[in-house]
């Protein structure tokens, strides 16, 4: 699976921004879709992710702020970000994990590449 993330950018606290992450197949076929960030000297850390049932889990910091969608037509999960703070500045990264059972059950990770996100103060 190839992920393809969109979106980052600068903008003011208060300010919004949608990242988009592109699968290259369909995401009905991938288990959890989600996005992670990573600020400058921290460790990368969930922010949301959806599962191909609809389920969803957003870290505290993003619960009321923070939306994950599916376009699924589109192949695309969609991360709205509202009401930003300066401590949402970081690389934001795409990420999917398909279960596969051939040759046994397997889960697999893929990677996009990192979408910068500023925000000023």
């Known amino acids: 699976v190839q992920l393809q993330a969109s979106g980052g950018g600068l903008v003011q606290a208060g300010g919004s921004l949608r990242l988009s992450c592109a699968a290259s197949?369909?995401?009905?076929?991938?288990?959890?879709m989600g996005w992670y960030r990573q600020a400058p000297g921290k460790e990368r850390e969930l922010v949301a992710n959806?599962?191909?049932?609809?389920?969803?889990l957003y870290a505290d910091f993003a619960k009321g702020r923070f939306t994950i969608s599916r376009d699924n037509a589109k192949n695309t999960v969609v991360l709205q970000m509202n009401s930003l703070k300066p401590e949402d500045t970081g690389d934001y990264y795409c990420?999917?994990?398909?279960?596969?059972?051939?040759?046994?059950?397997?889960?697999?990770?893929?990677w996009g590449q990192g979408t910068q996100v500023t925000v000023s103060s």
């Open positions: 959806i599962t191909n049932g609809g389920g969803i």
């Open positions: 990420n999917a994990r398909v279960k596969r059972f051939s040759p046994k059950p397997s889960w697999y990770e893929y």
């Open positions: 197949e369909s995401i009905f076929n991938i288990n959890i």
